[in-house]
């Protein structure tokens, strides 16, 4: 058995936490499908970017021109296009989603958030519980609060097919959360996606 779980906390510019918010995450996109498909049959690997473009990727090495380079969900502190995601956007999840429906863009202006490193955690096993810990921390240097109606988690991929070196950033979990939680001027927002197997 398996769970995802998402953490929200929210805190005000004093660092006190005004809100927590926990839920199970039910929304892995068609991309993580593919991958995991490539994974257990070592089949190249199908999948659409936060673009709309479709890319097929080499699983493996076939040659020096076809090959996969290196996947990672890392994003490093001002990279919105990577690691743990969130926007505005309130549509219901879908299958086929490859995108945030509104990604709140990195900045730190009015409207914006300050995207802090991904950091992805360890394995840890403890009794018959298998974890893995994502986590990102939002600033909002703004004056204004910035609302928050959803998260998503991406994977940087980056490969060589054809001779040419590609690099694509592919949604593999969209989120919309169930009411909208406000980041206030100077506070800042925690996000954590637990992904947890019983054994």
Same mark, same amino acid.
Not at 144 to 165: F, M, Q, R
């Given at each position: 058995?398996?769970?995802?779980?998402?953490?929200?906390?929210?805190?005000?510019?004093?660092?006190?936490?005004?809100?927590?918010?926990?839920?199970?995450?039910?929304?892995?996109?068609?991309?993580?499908?593919?991958? /995991? @498909?490539?994974?257990? *049959?070592?089949?190249?690997?199908?999948? $659409?970017?936060? #673009?709309?473009? %479709?890319?097929? !990727?080499?699983?493996?090495?076939?040659?020096?021109?076809?090959?996969?380079?290196?996947?990672?969900?890392?994003?490093?502190?001002?990279?919105?296009?990577?690691?743990?995601?969130?926007?505005?956007?309130?549509?219901?999840?879908?299958?086929?989603?490859?995108?945030?429906?509104?990604?709140?863009?990195?900045?730190?202006?009015?409207?914006? /958030? @300050?995207?802090?490193? *991904?950091?992805?955690?360890?394995?840890? $096993?403890?009794? #018959?519980?298998? %974890?893995?810990? !994502?986590?990102?921390?939002?600033?909002?240097?703004?004056?204004?609060?910035?609302?928050?109606?959803?998260?998503?988690?991406?994977?940087?991929?980056?490969?060589?097919?054809?001779?040419?070196?590609?690099?694509?950033?592919?949604?593999?979990?969209?989120?919309?959360?169930?009411?909208?939680?406000?980041?206030?001027?100077?506070?800042?927002?925690?996000?954590?996606?637990?992904?947890?197997?019983?054994?």
């Amino acid at each position: 058995m398996y769970r995802v779980y998402l953490d929200l906390t929210v805190r005000d510019k004093t660092g006190k936490v005004i809100q927590k918010l926990r839920r199970e995450s039910k929304s892995f996109v068609k991309n993580f499908m593919n991958i /995991l @498909h490539s994974i257990l *049959t070592g089949n190249d690997i199908t999948v $659409v970017d936060m #673009n709309g473009t %479709t890319h097929t !990727i080499p699983y493996a090495f076939k040659d020096v021109d076809n090959y996969l380079e290196t996947s990672f969900t890392y994003g490093s502190e001002t990279d919105d296009e990577g690691g743990i995601i969130v926007g505005s956007g309130t549509a219901s999840p879908t299958p086929d989603d490859y995108c945030l429906g509104n990604k709140i863009p990195h900045g730190d202006a009015d409207g914006q /958030l @300050h995207y802090k490193d *991904t950091v992805v955690g360890s394995v840890i $096993v403890s009794g #018959n519980e298998i %974890t893995i810990e !994502i986590t990102r921390e939002f600033n909002n240097n703004g004056s204004v609060s910035v609302t928050v109606a959803e998260v998503g988690l991406v994977i940087h991929i980056e490969y060589k097919k054809g001779g040419t070196y590609i690099k694509s950033n592919i949604l593999i979990i969209r989120d919309v959360l169930d009411s909208t939680i406000n980041v206030p001027a100077g506070g800042s927002l925690e996000v954590k996606y637990i992904i947890k197997v019983v054994t």
